[in-house]
């Protein structure tokens, strides 16, 4: 068995402050890692999910920004609040948190390109 089945990078990027980009880390990404990382224990889970610090996802303007693998799942404007449902929902139970997908095809899994950008109708 792998050592960790599961994934989640949080950006905890820091950038001066007045940089045009912003950066994840003045939005609270090392609280919300460290959140992370106190619910997985909390569940029990983590031996097998971890919640590793990351650069920059290059996704800034949607931070605080998380990638979720293997899934490819892409969380933006998470906040402290935001971690109980992230670990409950999508890491114990499968479930993509629809209102934090970061709605932008460049970070849109490809099994989800669909529910987030309807393709064009087929012509005949
Ligand atoms: S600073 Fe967080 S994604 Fe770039």
Same mark, same amino acid.
């Given at each position: 068995m792998a050592r960790f089945e599961r994934h989640l990078f949080v950006c905890t990027n820091e950038r001066p402050a007045?940089?045009?980009?912003?950066?994840c880390r003045e939005k609270g990404s090392e609280e919300i890692r460290a959140a992370l990382k106190a619910e997985l224990k909390r569940c029990g889970v983590a031996g097998i999910v971890r919640a590793n610090a990351s650069g920059c996802l290059d996704a800034c303007e949607f931070g605080v920004s998380i990638v979720i693998y293997p899934e490819g799942i892409w969380y933006g !404007?998470?906040? &402290?609040?935001d971690v109980p449902q992230i670990v409950e929902?999508?890491? &114990?139970? !499968?479930?993509?948190?629809e209102r934090l997908l970061i709605r932008d095809p460049r970070y849109a899994p490809p099994h989800m390109q669909c529910a987030i950008l309807p393709l064009p109708p087929k012509r005949a």
């Open positions: 007045g940089h045009p980009k912003g950066c !404007g998470v906040t &402290l609040k929902r999508t890491v &114990l139970n !499968g479930e993509v948190i």
